[in-house]
């Protein structure tokens, strides 16, 4: 299976909702980060990622192709990046690369719980949970 994903906006200008899912390769992640990277750059700053890796499958250990491939870690509009739905190892992998590359990566349990942690983070994610415009489910 290759690399599948689905990227939009959960608050326009604010919020993508990233969910991937598949075995990938370093190309097909260079994909994702191109979209990812153009969504961020229109966005209005801090941009933040919420991003559900309870399908993915293997993907490759390249530290270097992946530092090359994953651009939008370091843009300077990225806010947050809010992880679900992985192993203990990959979200160890996850955090320790997040680090590598300057970009703020928090683990969440589920889709709610990182709704939560960037409601927490940023008013505007806040305002829009309490009023209820962002989907219970995604």
């Known amino acids: 299976m290759t690399l599948q994903h689905d990227i939009h906006w959960l608050i ?6 990233s969910r991937t899912s598949g075995d990938g390769s370093i190309e097909e992640m260079g994909a994702i980060d191109a979209r990812l990277l153009e969504l961020i750059r229109v966005g209005t700053p801090p941009v933040h990622i919420l991003s559900d890796l309870s399908n993915l499958g ?4 390249d530290v270097v192709g992946m530092q090359r491939s994953l651009k939008h870690m370091k843009d300077p509009n990225l806010g947050l990046i809010v992880v679900y739905g992985t192993t203990r190892l990959a979200a ?3 955090q320790l690369f997040a680090s590598i590359l300057g970009a703020k990566l928090r683990m969440a349990r589920d889709y709610m719980h990182g709704l939560r ?14 009023q209820g415009k962002i989907p219970a489910e995604c």
């Not at 293997?58 to 250990?61: A, S």
């Open 12 to 17: 326009e200008g604010v919020l993508i909702f």
């Open 58 to 61: 293997r993907m490759p250990f």
């Open 92 to 94: 160890n992998f996850l």
């Open 117 to 130: 942690m960037l409601a927490a983070e940023d008013v505007r994610v806040k305002a829009f949970l309490e």
